[in-house]
Nanobody, 119 residues
Framework: QVQLVESGGGLVQAGDSLRLSCAAS????????MAWFRQAPGKEREIVAR????????YYAASVKGRFTISRDNAKNTVYLQMNSLKLEDTAVYYC????????????WGQGTQVTVSS
């Protein structure tokens, strides 16, 4: 069992930066790929970024590539999402997720943290 708790969301202006954190409980954190998803009002949940268990392979959605960076610290059971050059369209609830390698089904979800970007 893995429990995920996100933090770091908030209200920022376009062009600002924000770092999300996701703290995981349990000793199996390092066995999972970790990902960040987001869901904007009226839209489906979409993947933003994913990192493999060892942290040496990442994936980014085209909409955030070059602006967002996912990283993890297995010693701290924490995954991060550094978000730079935020845009209005980045406004969404951001969810942390744990997945098994090579799978797209999420095994565990966090509760979500709101990110609002204003002009």
């Amino acid at each position: 069992q893995v429990q995920l708790v996100e933090s770091g969301g908030g209200l920022v202006q376009a062009g600002d930066s924000l770092r999300l954190s996701c703290a995981a409980s349990g000793r199996t954190f390092s066995r999972y790929d970790m990902a960040w998803f987001r869901q904007a009002p009226g839209k489906e949940r979409e993947i933003v970024a994913r990192i493999n268990d060892s942290g040496d392979s990442t994936y980014y959605a085209a909409s955030v590539k070059g602006r967002f960076t996912i990283s993890r610290d297995n010693a701290k059971n924490t995954v991060y999402l550094q978000m730079n050059s935020l845009k209005l369209e980045d406004t969404a609830v951001y969810y942390c997720a744990a997945l098994r390698a090579y799978r797209t089904v999420v095994d565990y979800w966090g509760q979500g943290t709101q990110v609002t970007v204003s002009s």
